[in-house]
Nanobody, 125 residues
Framework: QVQLEESGGGVVQAGGSLRLSCAASGRSVSSYSMGWFRRPPGKDREFVAA??????????DYADSVKGRFAITRDNAKNTVYLQMNKLKSEDTAIYSC????????????????WGQGTQVTVSL
């Protein structure tokens, strides 16, 4: 079993930055695909970013709405994945959740086995 705990959410002004963290416990997730999803107020959950390993390298992908502004990274020694969010906009307001799965394809598609509870990010004008 893997437990995921997000932190780093809060209230920030438009144009500002936040860094979210997702700490995994229970076992090492160094070989897992990891990702971030968000649920804006009144909307469905949507993909934000994912990172996975293949043939000895790490790859990342992003939703078009966050490309160039957000960056997903991981620290395997700390069993943690991060989401650096820059140039935040009001439409980035959402609950952000971390996901993890042993399969490289699963997290990006929203079919991850493990999910965190989420952390609120509010971007004020």
């Amino acid at each position: 079993q893997v437990q995921l705990e997000e932190s780093g959410g809060g209230v920030v002004q438009a144009g500002g930055s936040l860094r979210l963290s997702c700490a995994a416990s229970g076992r090492s997730v160094s070989s897992y695909s990891m990702g971030w999803f968000r649920r804006p107020p009144g909307k469905d959950r949507e993909f934000v970013a994912a990172i996975w390993s293949a043939q000895g390298a790490y790859y990342a992908d992003y939703a078009d709405s966050v490309k160039g502004r957000f960056a997903i990274t991981r620290d395997n020694a700390k069993n943690t994945v991060y989401l650096q969010m820059n140039k935040l906009k009001s439409e980035d307001t959402a609950i952000y959740s971390c996901a993890a799965d042993p399969q490289s394809w699963a997290t990006k598609t929203g079919r991850a086995e493990y999910w965190g509870q989420g952390t609120q990010v509010t971007v004020s004008l």
